[in-house]
Every structure is written in C-alpha cells, then in structure tokens.
C-alpha cells in the first residue's frame, strides 16, 4: 500500500536550523555553532562549546604553583608565551617578588614575537577561510624564523614554557639578540608583503567590509577586549593604560579601528604586528645586563590573599585570579579567558549577514578553543 | 578590622604577623637577625568611591578593603544588584571583565561569588565579593553588563550557583545532563559523572 504524501512538509518552513561543526574546517578548533537560517540569511547563532574542556582550573587546585606553569600555555596555545607571562606576574604579584630588569626586558621581547607569531596564524588562517589561500602560506613561512628563536631560547616551538616565578630560567643564548634585530629588521618588508595581498583586494573589501560590525558601546557592554574593542573605536590596550612587565619603557601607537567591522579589525592586527616589532626592536636595543631570576623563596607559598592580574594577550585581556590560601598549591586559579569573552559577541555581530559572513566573524574573533573551554 | 566569618582565614594569618609593612620590622632587621617580613594583610580602604557608596547604601554592611594594592568590597548578596547597577551608572565601571566564584566548603556562606570590575574613564580596577550560601541563589547582572551572561552560565556549570532572571542558565562548558559540580571542593579531582560518559561515549570510565 503506497503511502500518501503528507500534506505540509517541512520543506514549506522557511527557517531552518543547521548545525555548523564541532568538525569543521573553519570553525578554528571544536566549537559548534547552531544557525537558524532563512535561506541564506543568519536569524540567530547559538554556541555549543566545551568540547574541549579540559579541567585546568580543577587540575590548578592540585598542583603546586610551580608544577601548573605549562599547564597555563595549553589553553591558549597559539599565544603560550604570553599566558606564560600573566601567570608568572599573577602569582609574582601574590607573593609580592620584583623581577629584575634584564628578566623584564626579555620577557617583553618573547611576548611581542609571541604576539606577531600569533597574528600571523590568524592572518594566515582567516584569510583562508575567505578563500585566499596564498597568504596562509607566506605566514606561516615567516612564523617559522620566530619559532625558531622560541626553540633556541627554550626548547619548543608551541608550548614553550618560558618564564618562571620570579624570572626566567634560562639565560639568553649566544646570538640571540642578533636573531631578533634580524627579524625586526626583515619583518615589516614580509607585512608589506601580505598587505599588498589583501588589504586593497577587491574580494577581500567585498568580504570584510561592513561584516560583523560591533559598536564601542556594544563591545564595552559585552567585555570585548583586544583589538575586536579596538577596532570598533576604543583606543584601550592594558599595555598602556596598566603596564607590566618592560612595556612602560617603549614607545609604541595603539591602532583603532572606526567601523568596528572586519576589515577594520584586519587592519588593527596587522599594524599591531608592526608595533610588536618595534617594541621588540626597542627592548633589544637597550637589553640590560644583570640577574634574571628574583629572590623567589625555595619553596612558593604565598599569603593569603588574592590577586587579579590581566595582560594584554593576542586574543585580548587575559586575566589571572589567584587565590592562595597560605599553602604550596593554590586555592583558586580562574582564567578569565578573552576568547571566551570575545566568541558571545558572535550572535550579535552576525545576526543579518549571510552564512558565509558567520566564517568570516568567527575568523575575525581570533578565537583558540583551548582558552574558550579550558 | 573585620569580624565576619568571611575573613576569618585571613585574620588569623594577619594576627600573626600584626604590621601591615615590611617597614616596620626593617629598623630591627639587621643581618644578625634576618627575620621574615610581616605578611601582607588585607587593610581597610576609604576612598572617594567607598564614600559615595556608603551614601548611597547606608543600610547595608559593605566592607571595603584592599589588598597589593587592589581594592575590593565584601557586599551582602541582595545587595549585589542595586550596588552594580549604580557603579556603572553613577561611577562609571563600564566594563565587567570577569565574574566567577570560589567554593569555601568550611565557611557557612560556602560561595564567594567574584565581580572583576574595570572603568574606562576612571583606568581603575573593583572588585566586588558577594557570599553566598549553598542553596542561595543571587540576582543575576545580565541587565547591567551583557558580558555577564555566559560567565554566570560558566558559574551555575562549575558550582551549581544559580542566578536569578538570567535568560538562559544552562550548563556551557559541560553536556547538559551532565550531573555534579566539578570546580567544588567535595568534587574529586578523578571523579566523573560515569553515567553519562558510560551511556554517550560506551566505554567503562573516562579514567
């Protein structure tokens, strides 16, 4: 008996709910994202994450402070050096240790590599998403000689676990600072090179220009930090308005954005790869010498207190609460995590774009999903 | 300098070592006697923003502190909205960057629950600690701060805190029927939820 056929069917609906990931090429990592479309236009987004939730502020519980340090740099992993950095600051300002200058100085030089070796993977990645695929392979050539001054320096290219309580652990190593004015040096001709691919691109205006655009007070509403906030008009970077670290002895410009849109956000991280390298430049030229380690005591059990410390992270402003309850291991390590923060920003920004646009926004964000899930 | 239970922990460390600064023992700590610097105690801040608070709520026992020179206040938990609401209005703290909570399973109110304000025009940082008993629940400040949405979502999942008119409280970073608590204390570094990992991943134990 053949069936009849019903008589509505779903293909009359006009909105549909199609589910993007947690596999999926451009979603940078496993995030899932629901979109409830009207053809091709976005209705709505919904994020499904943690699926890559790895207890890290449970596993801080039980380890002692010393022990979690390369446990911090697999959350954002693309940036290690510098949730090193927060992490190493937070609990040196819990203890209240000073670290040295040559430490200080050498820290800022490996944060800022970090911080252009971060933007390239975005540029590269992102830029392929949209469909430029030559970018991603100059990037990423060129994030091969920093990488190679992170494995001189400390052994890995990715995690690096550079920094400890209170300093470094390693000295720098011979040739070090010629490798780094070496790359400062070559550096911006490469940033050329990438912005003569995109930046007056046809395609690339087509596809960046007034997509996802996020206003000030929106951002500031949604905790938007990094330079999403910056390309939507708040001149605002922790380097500058709390410093740490050696970033109050260098000059260097903090690139906004007006419209808040993709493009502006692109154009925000490329000039802050070239303000990394002049900060880097700088902070070379003028290496102190002298100690690199502070009088950190044997064994690290700090007060009871707590503390809050932020930095200005690639993705955005990567804060560290610790709180110590006077023993070896802290009491409460929570991570406030920019990409996070940065990836609810997303059903606002996309609602009334195409789907494709909702790529481009998702790659926009520069989101790790290491730090979104922890 | 504070009575309640919620500085009890630090109290007992501060009554030890009784001077706030270094200082103070730096007169008699000559090498012969290298004696520890005294500990860093959490002191009392009065402040042009305390003020304005105080005169703002002057029926509600706020305690303002500070401590490594970040300042903090300890506020009642039905306070906790009326007084965001008016350090974004009337004070300009803008921008919420981190809301979280921390589990003290011996205290009676078991949860602090954590306000990391900053403002834009004043460049300074706040933040607020509201206790919190286990089966309290706390007005949610999504009306005030957007941010505050999935970070309270991230709050209820860890520590099963529930927050009163958030739009949509449901676990994030954990699966839905997930059951327990993990960022708590009696939560087991091990444990699992094996129910779940038995019925959705098909294998014995996630271990």
């Given amino acids: ?374 | 300098m504070a009575e309640d239970q919620g500085k009890e922990k630090q109290a007992s460390g501060q009554e030890a070592a009784g001077k706030p600064a270094p200082e103070a023992k730096g007169a008699g700590g000559k090498p012969a006697a290298p004696g520890k610097p005294a500990a860093p105690a959490a002191e009392p801040w009065d402040g042009e923003l305390v003020q304005s608070l105080r005169k703002a709520f002057p029926d509600i026992s706020l305690e303002a502190l500070t401590y490594r020179a970040q300042n903090y206040f300890i506020l009642p938990r039905e306070s906790a909205l009326p007084v965001a609401m008016h350090l974004k209005a009337e004070c300009g703290f803008n921008m919420l960057a981190d809301l979280t909570a921390v589990d003290y399973p011996q205290r009676e109110m078991r949860f602090e629950v954590i306000y990391q304000l900053y403002s834009f025009p004043r460049n300074e940082r706040l933040r607020l600690k509201v206790p919190l008993g286990e089966t309290e629940s706390i007005e949610s400040v999504v009306p005030v701060w957007g941010t505050a949405d999935w970070l309270e979502r991230e709050a209820y999942d860890m520590f099963g805190i529930r927050f009163e008119h958030h739009p949509d409280l449901r676990r994030i970073l954990l699966p839905e029927e997930w059951q327990g608590y993990p960022l708590r204390k009696d939560y087991s570094i091990l444990q699992q939820d094996t129910k779940w990992v038995q019925e959705n991943l098909h294998i014995e134990s996630g271990q």
């Fill in chain 1, 1 to 374: 008996m053949m069936e009849t056929a019903p008589k509505a069917t779903f293909l009359d609906a006009n909105e549909i709910v199609i589910n993007m990931g947690p596999q999926h090429p451009s979603t940078h990592g496993v995030l899932r994202v629901i979109l409830k479309l009207d053809g091709e236009k976005v209705l709505g987004t919904e994020c499904v994450i943690g699926y890559l939730h790895r207890g890290v502020e449970k596993i801080a519980e039980n380890r002692t402070y010393v022990q979690f340090t390369p446990y911090v740099d697999r959350m954002d992993y693309v940036a290690a050096v510098s949730n090193g950095l927060g992490y190493c600051e937070a609990v040196e300002k819990l203890l209240g240790v000073e670290v040295p200058p040559r430490a200080r100085y050498v820290r800022t030089i490996l944060t800022e590599l970090n911080r252009i070796t971060s933007h390239l993977l975005w540029l590269g990645t992102h830029a392929m998403d949209l469909g430029a695929f030559t970018p991603l392979f100059y990037t990423f050539r060129e994030r091969e000689e920093i990488l190679k001054v992170f494995e001189n320096y400390c052994g890995a290219r990715l995690t690096t676990h550079a920094f400890r309580i209170g300093g470094l652990q390693y000295e720098t190593y011979d040739g070090f600072e010629e490798q780094v004015k070496a790359i400062c040096d070559t550096f911006p001709a490469k940033i050329d090179e990438y912005e003569v691919l995109l930046t007056l691109n046809r395609i690339w205006l087509e596809r960046t220009k007034k997509v996802g655009i996020l206003k000030a007070e929106d951002a500031i509403d949604l905790g938007v930090t990094g330079p999403v906030l910056r390309a939507s008009g708040v001149q605002w970077d922790i380097r500058k308005a709390m410093p740490y670290a050696a970033y109050e002895e260098f000059e260097f410009d903090i690139p906004t954005g007006e419209n808040g849109d993709t493009y502006d956000r692109y154009l925000v991280r490329v000039e802050e790869m070239r303000q990394a390298l002049r900060i880097a430049r700088q902070a070379v030229d003028r290496l102190p010498s002298g100690p690199i380690l502070g009088k950190v005591p044997k064994v690290i059990k700090p007060a009871v207190g707590e503390v809050y410390h932020s930095i200005e992270a690639p993705k955005g402003e990567l804060g560290y609460f610790v709180v110590s309850d006077g023993s070896t291991q802290p009491y409460r390590v929570r991570v406030r995590p920019p990409s996070f923060i940065n990836l609810q920003a997303l059903d606002r920004m996309v609602r009334g774009h195409l789907v494709a646009d909702v790529v481009a926004v998702i790659g926009t964000l520069d989101i790790v999903l290491g730090e979104v899930d922890r």
